[in-house]
């Protein structure tokens, strides 16, 4: 009706289908190709815009976003996500994003190095014990990101790699792997939203309900604990503790401790907003999940990268060399470092974590000559954005010197998108790529990644969820 080309829809389905057996990227491909650069389908009975144009992305993402602020939900979730960030909606979206943005700020960031450090010591030890050796890289790295953000999250001192069976380990996995009953209900929960509800309260959820309610549980007793004997320590689970936002003159509240309660003298110093419990162990809980996948998909790609370029990887250890030598990197020095700012960005285009992102329209709406009416879901698709020959020549060779300085602008706008852009971006960013570069360097200074036998190229990816490969990525280690 609304002259939006596209592909015919099934009942009840509608292209959802389609997407399950073909893949999405393969979909998205071809529809763009058929359709342009903007086309509609259905998921479900729900209708679907999908857009590359980048003015109408700007709009959507940012100059209109107040018509955009959320994210589809299936109603198949439990409430420790509802609770956390990135599935909030509207006004608590926005209440709760002004709470939390400033503690990812540099300042309480550079509090966390320290641990990260710890932890990429950590990994480099493991791997340099491993010397010779195919090892898959997956594995290796999503241990370091458990133990990392296991530390930065919640204060929890971790070995993954050692200690395999600590419940804090082995619960993660399921959660991550998407089981093939799991599949039906998440078919029928995209097609019909409204039953994911009904699914959720007779026991049936795409997440596993025992895994979640153990970080649940964790979650709550350490609040408690730290609230019972006034504990106070540096992580991400103490600052969600500490912060507090004055909602008369809308702005942040530097507050060390956990148990001020806006007083002084015995009167109201401010009108204050903190986050309840189940809020702050849902943004820690959503936090750690964040921080697990898509930082060790990162780290996973990059060392593939290393092993398939040689040249690259000698190009980011002595840029490495020249610029830290010995020195323990930190928040600034690592900042320094910038082949390795073009390096990471090109492996977070040419893999980009999430390779979609969606909107949902609050209100009826019109850009650029295209209407939009309420409810519609708007699909983002990351990953043909990021290989289209239109935003990047020559875009499936593997090119770190396009995002140097003398290439103004290929990350302004909406050409790159592996965090997002505009106010709901990834609000930990900033935190995913100070892990990723000081993990680079610890590992650089002592190994190199090397194309063995077992690696295979080019990769066989499915772009469900977090961007993976069929396969795992195996590349042997050596002593560099």
């Known amino acids: ?111 966390l190095i320290p641990i990260i450090n710890k932890c990429a010591e950590t990994l480099v030890n493991n791997l340099s014990d491993r010397q010779g050796e195919n090892v898959d890289v997956r594995k290796v790295f999503t241990h370091f990101t458990m133990d990392a953000i296991a530390s930065t999250a919640f204060g929890i001192d971790i070995d993954s790699q050692k200690q395999p069976d600590d419940p804090f380990v082995k619960n993660l996995e399921p959660i991550f792997k998407i089981r093939r009953l799991a599949r039906i209900p998440i078919i029928l929960t995209a097609a019909i939203p409204p039953l994911g509800k009904l699914l959720y309260k007779v026991g049936i959820s795409t997440w596993p309900t025992d895994s979640v309610r153990f970080y649940e549980e964790t979650g709550k007793a350490l609040i408690k604990e730290r609230r019972n004997r006034k504990m106070s320590k540096i992580d991400f689970l103490q600052m969600l503790m500490n912060a507090e936002f004055d909602e008369t003159k809308e702005e942040y509240i530097h507050n060390e401790s956990t148990f001020s309660n806006g007083m002084a003298n015995g009167k109201p110093t401010h009108i204050t907003s903190k986050l309840s419990d189940d809020e702050i162990n849902g943004q820690a809980f959503v936090f750690f999940l964040a921080g697990y996948e898509t930082t060790s998909s990162l780290l996973r790609y990059a060392s593939y990268i290393l092993a398939l370029h040689p040249d690259i990887d000698e190009k980011v250890y002595e840029e490495i060399q020249q610029t830290l030598g010995q020195d323990e990197p930190d928040y600034e020095n690592i900042g320094n470092l910038k082949y390795m700012d073009q390096f990471v960005n090109e492996v977070l285009r040419f893999y980009p974590p999430i390779p979609r992102l969606s909107r949902v329209a609050n209100e009826d709406i019109t850009i650029q000559g295209l209407t939009i009416p309420k409810g519609t879901l708007i699909h983002v698709p990351i990953w043909s954005i990021h290989h289209s020959e239109e935003n990047y020549s020559n875009p499936d060779t593997f090119e770190p010197e396009r995002f140097s300085p003398d290439k103004k602008g290929i990350m302004e706008g909406v050409t790159f998108l592996p965090f997002g852009t505009g106010p709901r971006h990834c609000i930990g960013m900033r935190l995913a790529l100070v892990e990723a570069k000081i993990a680079l360097v610890y590992m650089l200074r002592r190994i190199r990644f090397v194309k063995s036998e077992k690696t295979k190229v080019p990769l066989d990816l499915v772009h469900f969820g977090i961007l993976r490969p069929k396969t795992p990525i195996e590349v042997r280690v050596e002593a560099r």
């Not at 420790?80 to 960030?85: D, I, Q, V």
Request: hydrophobic residues 35%; without cysteine.
């Open 1 to 111: 009706r609304l002259g939006i080309p596209g592909p015919t829809p099934l009942p009840i389905v509608g292209n959802l289908l389609e997407q399950f057996i073909r893949g999405i990227e393969k979909t998205d491909e071809e529809w763009i190709r058929k359709y342009g650069k903007v086309f509609g389908y259905y998921s479900g009975y729900r209708p679907v815009i999908a857009i590359t144009d980048t003015e109408i992305l700007k709009s959507v993402l940012v100059k209109d976003f107040q018509n955009f602020t959320d994210r589809p939900q299936s109603g198949n979730l439990p409430n420790l996500l509802l609770n956390g960030l990135f599935f909030m909606k509207g006004r608590t979206w926005k209440r709760t994003r002004n709470i939390i943005t400033p503690t990812f700020s540099g300042g309480k960031l550079k509090n």
